[in-house]
């Protein structure tokens, strides 16, 4: 069965320093990844997602993310964190029929 | 603009009582879903429709039921609350794959 972890629940990291999460995926398939941001209180956005071709995809907020097929990884990151990045963050797998399956999510935290 | 709402926001209820969850949208999308939220967990699938008429079950479908009898509205039901369904829902939808969240609801049940 298809599933999606996320390493690290709570990440601290200091405005201005780069930012990486970890999200690794087991599904049989060539997979249609996803990552959504959830500020408090709020529904979730979608920052980027990959469906095939460039292995490095672009989102909004100046993230990004890279598939490794080899790994089974689609690891988010962003050079230079502002306080309004601090949110939960969650990595997503699109099983059969358009159904997503997610990690845990990891929770940002910055300081100043 | 197109939006997707969830009400009500807030709601707290009792062990036994039955519990309606709204979730409308105006995108006339054709799939529609909803998702409980617990620490640790993510977002786990509970149910989904992929047009009027049509309902599945998602990976923690006990407990709950879902009716489409219009594109716009995909309502979610408690038959008989416990406390092991207190949670935040969400109600997505989406057409192609990119699912839309709505604001969630915050159910306690005491």
């Known amino acids: 069965a298809q599933s999606v972890t996320q390493p690290d629940i709570h990440i601290t990291v200091s405005e201005g320093a780069s930012l990486e999460l970890r999200c690794n995926y087991s599904y049989g398939a060539t997979p249609y990844l996803f990552w959504y941001v959830q500020s408090p209180g709020q529904g979730l956005q979608l920052l980027l997602k990959y469906f095939s071709g460039d292995t490095l995809v672009q989102g909004i907020k100046g993230f990004e993310a890279e598939f490794k097929r080899s790994q089974s990884s689609f690891n988010l990151r962003k050079p230079s964190v502002h306080w309004s990045d601090a949110a939960e963050y969650f990595c997503a797998v699109e099983v059969a029929g358009n159904k997503l399956t997610f990690g845990g999510g990891t929770r940002v935290l910055v300081k100043p | 603009d197109a939006e997707i709402t969830q009400s009500p926001r807030h709601k707290i209820t009792e062990t036994g009582r039955q519990v309606t969850l709204a979730c409308h949208q105006t995108w006339n999308h054709n799939n529609m879903f909803w998702y409980r939220q617990d620490l640790g967990h993510g977002l786990r699938l509970i149910h989904y429709?992929?047009?009027?008429?049509?309902?599945n079950k998602g990976e923690v479908s006990d407990g709950y039921s879902v009716s489409r009898s219009n594109t716009e509205d995909l309502p979610l039901t408690l038959e008989s609350a416990a406390s092991s369904q207190t949670s935040v829902y969400f109600c997505?939808?989406?057409?192609?794959?990119?699912?839309?969240f709505g604001p969630g609801t915050r159910l306690t049940v005491l």
């Open positions: 429709s992929y047009g009027v008429h049509d309902t």
């Open positions: 997505a939808s989406s057409s192609g794959n990119e699912q839309f």
